[in-house]
Nanobody
Framework: VQLQASGGGLVQAGGSLRLSCAAS????????MGWFRQAPGRKREFVAG????????YYADSVKGRFTISRDDAKNTVYLQMNSLNSEDTAVYYC??????????????????WGQGTLVTVSS
């Protein structure tokens, strides 16, 4: 499956962005999905995950209550709605997919498919 992430940009603190992760080649509906981010000089970190089997979501503590992960099966696309952004959210954001039948996990090494990344810059 090929993933194409988009929607990043420059936003003021307190603002919102919606990231999209469009898939081609295979369906996303039967696999766990994750969003990760990597800030300059820092390790890639888990942001949000979506269970394919029951639709449950999971968030890093740093984004809980502000970010929402969702999926549109008709468009074969996963989204990350980001609200109340602050400077700590500045990073390159990546979407990732697991193999069919595997649910989301927080470990990036468990995801074999990655989008190219989209840069989010939050100005204070």
């Amino acid at each position: 499956v090929q993933l194409q992430a988009s929607g990043g940009g420059l936003v003021q603190a307190g603002g919102s962005l919606r990231l999209s992760c469009a898939a081609s080649g295979r369906t996303l509906s039967n696999r766990g999905m994750g969003w990760f981010r990597q800030a300059p000089g820092r390790k890639r970190e888990f942001v949000a995950g979506l269970s394919w089997s029951d639709g449950r979501t999971y968030y890093a503590d740093s984004v809980k209550g502000r970010f929402t992960i969702s999926r549109d099966d008709a468009k074969n696309t996963v989204y990350l709605q980001m609200n109340s952004l602050n400077s700590e959210d500045t990073a390159v954001y990546y979407c990732a997919a697991r193999r069919p039948g595997n649910n989301y996990v927080t470990n990036a090494d468990a995801y074999p498919y990655w989008g190219q990344g989209t840069l989010v810059t939050v100005s204070s």
